[in-house]
T-cell receptor
């Protein structure tokens, strides 16, 4: 089974403060991890994926297999970062395929001025 | 292309009635997914198609739920004999995937309210 846990429902920070949105997963195989974001009145959309090892909008996330975590970080939060953030995992399906994404329950990030 | 399109956007029905939702994916996307989301929760996987084949179904998908993607293009999700617990946002997503997990493009969702 694959499971994603986001322990914080709400994270409130001031503009310019560092942000860390926590994500822990449970999966015995080799996972693919993602962060999706939903801004107010917009669709859910991909923010970043671990295999790309890229920084998007200043956000980064490192897969830590030892701690089974994929925390999302940004050194200096901006007001436009306020949104709902979902961590998601895809496990293996057969030998080479991937299962559909399993999402966490989400963390709402509020960046105050 | 305007992205993934879902309709109706809102549906209010009485308990016991059947409802059907339609999803039009981004053209040429080979995978189509259905998720359900309730208040305070993340999207919960229901089922997905690769072209017209239904490859995976969640245990959440009871006998009352059926999904089709007859020609590998649009998809329908039907809920028979609706129950109040079926009230949720039903999300459709599509992706162009060759082996790995491609980026999912979500629709705006169809909100179901069962009275």
């Amino acid at each position: 089974a694959q499971r994603v846990t986001q322990p914080e429902k709400l994270l409130s920070v001031f503009k310019g403060a560092p942000v860390e949105l926590k994500c822990n997963y449970s999966y015995s195989g080799s996972p693919e991890l993602f962060w999706y974001v939903q801004y107010s009145r917009q669709r859910l959309q991909l923010l970043l994926r671990h295999i790309s090892r890229e920084s998007i909008k200043g956000f980064t996330a490192d897969l830590n297999k030892g701690e089974t975590s994929f925390h999302l970080k940004k050194p200096f939060a901006q007001e436009e970062d306020s949104a709902m953030y979902y961590c998601a995992l895809s496990g293996l399906y057969g030998d080479t395929g991937r299962r559909a994404l399993t999402f966490g329950s989400g963390t709402r990030l509020q960046v105050q001025p | 292309d305007t992205g993934v399109s879902q309709n109706p956007r809102h549906k209010i029905t009485k308990r016991g009635q059947n409802v059907t939702f339609r999803c039009d994916p981004i053209s040429e996307h080979n995978r189509l997914y259905w998720y359900r989301q309730t208040l305070g929760q993340g999207p919960e996987f229901l089922t997905y198609f690769q072209n017209e084949a239904q490859l995976e179904k969640s245990r959440l998908l009871s006998d009352r739920f059926s999904a089709e993607r007859p020609k590998g293009s649009f998809s329908t999700l039907e809920i028979q004999r609706t129950e109040q617990g079926d009230s949720a946002m039903y999300l459709c997503a599509s992706s162009l995937t060759r082996g790995g997990t491609g980026e999912l493009f979500f629709g705006e969702g169809s909100r179901l309210t069962v009275l």
